[in-house]
């Protein structure tokens, strides 16, 4: 049993048979290693067909929402502006009205003020007790002695004799109690 042909048949036939199984078992996945091949091949063309405008139109939005964007910040920026244009005014019809409250108070109050000093009782003067200048008595030394007193009086002595005068000054508080 040592002849090397016989060993060297077998050991041929037991390649053979080994590479038969391998190829039978290797014939389907080469099948599906073929169908894989034309699908990734399909799958390629698809991409190299549809990739380039969907890039495209990928492009052309970012650049539209960047436009857009500007578009809203300018908007923004002239909407801030408007309202500070409104505030502004607002601000100016404020201090309108306020003068407007405050010239009217005035106006009311010169009225009243009027309409008092034109219906208060004047004291009755008769035109015979006025002298013209040159008909004027000459005053004598004691009434020229009273003169001289009344003008050294001190000032405040002097106004306390016109009490009256203080109602006149007194007519913002008489208008503010009448509202």
């Given at each position: 049993?040592?002849?090397?042909?016989?060993?060297?048949?077998?050991?041929?036939?037991?390649?053979?048979?080994?590479?038969?199984a391998?190829?039978?078992?290797?014939?389907?996945?080469?099948?599906?290693?073929?169908?894989?091949?034309?699908?990734?091949?399909?799958?390629?063309?698809?991409?190299?067909?549809?990739?380039?405008?969907?890039?495209?139109?990928?492009?052309?939005?970012?650049?539209?929402?960047?436009?857009?964007?500007?578009?809203?910040?300018?908007?923004?920026?002239?909407?801030?502006?408007?309202?500070?244009?409104?505030?502004?005014?607002?601000?100016?019809a404020?201090?309108?009205?306020?003068?407007?409250?405050?010239?009217?108070?005035?106006?009311?109050?010169?009225?009243?003020?009027?309409?008092?000093?034109?219906?208060?009782?004047?004291?009755?003067?008769?035109?015979?007790?006025?002298?013209?200048?040159?008909?004027?008595?000459?005053?004598?030394?004691r009434?020229?002695?009273?003169?001289?007193?009344?003008?050294?009086r001190?000032?405040?002595?002097?106004?306390?004799?016109?009490?009256?005068?203080?109602?006149?000054?007194?007519?913002?508080?008489?208008?503010?109690?009448?509202?």
């Open positions: 049993m040592i002849d090397p042909l016989f060993w060297l048949g077998l050991s041929l036939l037991l390649v053979a048979t080994s590479l038969t391998v190829l039978v078992a290797a014939i389907p996945a080469l099948q599906e290693l073929a169908r894989a091949a034309r699908s990734a091949e399909k799958l390629f063309d698809t991409l190299s067909r549809e990739l380039p405008p969907t890039l495209d139109a990928i492009r052309v939005t970012g650049l539209e929402i960047t436009d857009l964007t500007d578009d809203v910040s300018q908007g923004v920026k002239s909407a801030s502006q408007v309202v500070k244009q409104v505030d502004q005014s607002l601000d100016t404020r201090k309108q009205a306020q003068n407007l409250q405050v010239g009217t108070r005035s106006i009311l109050v010169g009225v009243k003020a009027a309409w008092r000093n034109f219906t208060r009782q004047k004291p009755t003067r008769r035109i015979s007790d006025r002298l013209a200048s040159n008909e004027k008595p000459a005053l004598t030394l009434e020229r002695e009273v003169l001289k007193q009344d003008n050294h001190i000032k405040p002595e002097a106004y306390r004799a016109n009490d009256g005068y203080n109602d006149a000054a007194s007519w913002e508080t008489d208008f503010d109690d009448q509202e």
